[in-house]
């Protein structure tokens, strides 16, 4: 079972990601948040739970209450150590330069993708985990 996890606030986004997903990888689990401060919350009960961590965590950059940026920031060392064999794509609507370079200098961010997830760029992710 490959797990993801979806951090986005935009419900048309938190319908389609999803199914697209489904389509490329039909043994998925598929937990979604509509923000960084919920996602936080998330992996702190995986973490108390001995849950293994998301293998691939999409995340938002333009969100309410904290950004894509800002929940990296929050995250405690433990729940970085819980996430570090996690993937994590920074999403975006809109391809910005700056968020891009932004996005480069995390460490934990594996891409940057514009928005919409496709089933052909799911599957050569996962393909990339073997």
């Known amino acids: 079972m490959i797990r993801f996890l979806l951090i986005d606030d935009d419900d048309i986004i938190s319908v389609i990601h999803p199914a697209t997903i489904q389509r490329a990888i039909s043994n998925s689990d598929i937990e979604i948040t509509p923000s960084g401060t919920e996602a936080i919350a998330l992996i702190d009960e995986l973490i ?3 849950e293994a961590p998301p293998n691939f965590i999409f995340l938002d950059i333009n969100m309410p209450e904290i950004s894509g940026f800002e929940f990296l920031d929050r995250l ?6 819980f996430l570090k064999e996690s993937k994590i794509i920074m999403l975006s609507s809109s391809v910005n330069q700056k968020d891009i370079d932004r996005a ?3 460490p934990m961010i594996r891409d940057f993708v514009s928005k919409p997830l496709t089933v052909e760029y799911i599957r050569a992710l996962v393909g990339l985990t073997n």
């Open 48 to 50: 108390q739970s001995g």
């Open 76 to 81: 405690t060392d433990a729940e970085r150590d």
């Open 104 to 106: 480069k200098s995390y």
